[in-house]
């Protein structure tokens, strides 16, 4: 393998790439990735291979980051050239994708499928091969067998993916009732009833913070907040509350 800076407009997306068929800059990352491109980005190379055929660049992995460039503007990318082809580069496109953190369940489940047929050792091979426990394989696979409702609000995060996987651990006349609820807009209850949701203490308020890897500044806080956490011995969650109840008492007092 060696990186070059290539000539943007000599680089076509892979048939192999598992993302080649999507349109970019409709998502929320598409935009955010590119209206923050900046140098570093620049120096994180695209994946490659050269075609002895049309002596074009087919690029295998980093498609979003492509885009965006070619989006900008940019006229050449730093890339990885390989001759990986068919399996093997199917197999590391979907790999790329799947350690994506803004990836949904069914997305991700659908990879790991696609992944694990490929290989003639299943889960093994892959377990063996990527480092990944074989029975977060199986869960991850397993949620591909729940009930279409039921996967319908897994992908619009009505349901988490730890109630998902605990409810393919009970058995299929539980899952068709809870299915049935999904329907009748009685999810919540006929989960909490089973014993797989909490019901929220009443008089409990909670504060979501979300801090977006993409921004220099939320990733700043982020990894301080986080530092300055663990220097005092504290959960990130306890140390940012603790703070806020200074401020608080601070102005307070004013």
């Given at each position: 393998m060696r990186i070059q800076n290539i000539p943007i407009d000599e680089i076509d997306i892979a048939d192999e790439n598992v993302r080649r068929d999507q349109e970019f800059g409709y998502d929320q990352q598409d935009k955010l990735l590119t209206s923050h491109l900046d140098r570093f980005d620049l120096l994180q190379p695209v994946v490659v291979r050269l075609d002895p055929h049309d002596k074009k660049y087919k690029?295998?992995?980093g498609r979003r980051r492509f885009m965006a460039m070619k989006e900008k503007g940019i006229r050449e990318i730093p890339?990885?050239?390989t001759d990986i082809s068919g399996v093997q580069a199917e197999a590391a496109s979907l790999f790329e994708n799947l350690i994506r953190k803004d990836l949904k369940p069914l997305e991700k489940a659908l990879m790991v499928?696609?992944?694990v047929e490929a290989d003639p050792r299943r889960t093994a091979g892959i377990s063996e091969k990527y480092g990944i426990p074989k029975s977060t394989l199986s869960e991850w696979l397993s949620i591909l067998e729940l009930p279409h409702d039921l996967q319908l609000k897994l992908d619009?995060?009505?349901i988490t993916m730890y109630e998902a996987i605990q409810i393919t651990r009970r058995p299929r006349e539980e899952q068709a009732r809870i299915a049935e609820a999904a329907i009748s807009g009685k999810l919540q209850q006929e989960m909490m009833k089973l014993g797989l949701k909490r019901a929220v203490p009443?008089?409990?308020?909670t504060l979501r913070l979300v801090f977006n890897p993409t921004k220099r500044h939320d990733k700043w806080l982020w990894e301080n907040l986080n530092k300055m956490a663990q220097q005092e011995g504290q959960e990130i969650t306890q140390y940012a509350r603790n703070i806020l109840k200074e401020y608080i008492e601070r102005k307070l007092r004013r």
């Open positions: 690029l295998i992995i890339a990885v050239i499928k696609k992944l619009k995060d009505e009443r008089g409990l308020f």
